[in-house]
């Protein structure tokens, strides 16, 4: 008798735990199936100006936050109900298939080995990795300058990273970093000699620091920016893609780029083509 008794109370404390893991998880429906709820959950970087910032007073700003609200926009759901999460570079595919973000807007490039655990809808901007030094710096000017004795600062699980592991790893002292901020911090301080990444984030952080810091040299790879969901959802990614393209005629998508780079010298380029595989 103590025996089943105990039993019960063992296999009704397993429920509960399972039931609680189920809730701290992340949602089973799809983008579309939320949106049609009223609601999206997007994640966006925190500490990339001009792209994806939280600022002070809790708000959020960038062309990539402008992306996704437009995006949201289209799907039926209104700015104040949306949820906006870090969504740190390592994580990304993680939050995504856990169902804790309907997707993900935050300087995503879409690469095949993503594509693996994740889907893409866009492009919705393509761009180039370049190099952010000290202004007062005059030996690196590009990526042709670097040199073994130069420490290069990326992030971990990044597809800048990989470039250089790939390709430049004899060349530099590659440093990788949790986030492009806490470069941006190793790069002031001179505990990295340079900092790597898509031309238009380092813009942003060049922006931030006027007279520290300096875009350097031309852009050396090719860098498509999409809107990462959850594996399989093609209904979603074809509406997202409906909505970049809507972004893209309407003017939109040009309006919000000049509006987050005003002043950083930045050329608005050419509208991409959406990419429906």
């Known amino acids: 008798m103590r025996f089943n008794k105990a039993l019960r109370v063992a296999v009704g404390a397993i429920a509960l735990a399972l039931a609680a893991t189920a809730c701290g998880g992340g949602s089973d429906k ?19 100006p001009g792209l994806g910032l939280q600022n002070k007073d809790g708000s959020y700003s960038g062309f990539d936050v402008d992306v996704a609200k437009y995006v949201a926009e289209q799907l039926g759901v209104k700015p104040e109900n ?8 390592p994580q990304r595919e993680t939050l995504i298939e856990n169902g804790q973000v309907d997707y993900v807007v935050g300087t995503y490039s879409i690469t095949d080995k993503r594509k693996e655990k994740v889907d893409f809808a866009g492009p919705y901007y393509i761009t ?6 000290r202004s007062d710096n005059t030996d690196i000017t590009g990526v042709e300058s670097l040199n073994s004795g130069k420490k290069l600062c990326s992030v971990k699980g990044s597809t800048p990273a990989q470039n250089i592991k790939d390709k430049y790893a004899k060349d530099v002292q590659l440093q990788e970093y949790d986030t492009y ?12 000699d340079a900092l790597t990444t898509d031309e238009t984030i380092l813009r942003g952080f060049a922006a931030q620091s006027p007279g520290v810091l300096k875009v350097v040299g031309n852009t050396f790879t090719t860098e498509k ?21 809507a972004m893209i005629t309407s003017g939109a998508w040009k309006a919000a780029l000049e509006k987050n780079f005003a002043g950083t010298g930045f050329t608005v380029p050419e509208a991409p083509k959406v990419d429906r595989y």
Not at 36 to 42: E, Q, S, V
Not at 181 to 192: F, H, N, T
Request: charged residues 25%.
């Open 181 to 192: 901020s806490l470069c941006v911090e190793a790069l002031k301080s001179g505990s990295v």
């Open 30 to 48: 799809t983008a579309s199936q939320n949106a049609a709820d009223g609601k999206l959950t997007i994640g966006i970087k925190f500490d990339q």
């Open 128 to 133: 180039g990795q370049s190099l952010l030094v």
């Open 82 to 89: 949306i949820k906006f999460v870090e969504a740190p570079t």
């Open 225 to 245: 920016y999409g809107i990462g969901l959850k594996k399989g959802d093609k209904e979603s990614r074809d509406k997202i893609n409906d909505a970049i393209e």
